[in-house]
């Protein structure tokens, strides 16, 4: 919530990224996070669903992705019900899906730093445009 808010639009000046970006919340534990439990979370806090997805599946496809294709666990695992991927951990990913930046959602500091290279990943795209 505080990085949606990071790039929220400023009313005293027409800047903001808040519609460059699309951030997306895949949960680890598809079992009991269903739709409606998600849409839940997602209202107590406020969610611009404009540019913020939740995203479920098939444990075994959720576990698989994060751990071959977003690499936030390096452990072996099956996706069944003893395995367990539980990570605070954000994901920079640019247009191309390259990921650029890992950061810790619970690290005010990480925070900053992830909307800072969010802001200088913009400023990349704007740049190869023109």
Known sequence: MQLQAAF???PKRDTGIDTLIQLVSVTV??????FPAMRNFADGFRINYK???FLTGRREDIYNY?????????????????????TQKI?????????????DGLDT????QCAEDVVLLTKEKKRKRK
């Open 109 to 112: 500091g990480a925070l900053i």
């Open 51 to 53: 540019n913020w997805s």
């Open 66 to 86: 994060a751990r071959r294709q977003l690499f936030v666990n390096m452990e072996e695992g099956t996706g069944g019900v003893e395995d367990l991927i539980h």
């Open 91 to 103: 994901v920079l990913i640019d247009t191309f899906r390259n990921i650029r930046g890992y950061y």
């Open 8 to 10: 929220k639009k400023d």
């Open 29 to 34: 534990d598809p079992e009991r996070d269903s």
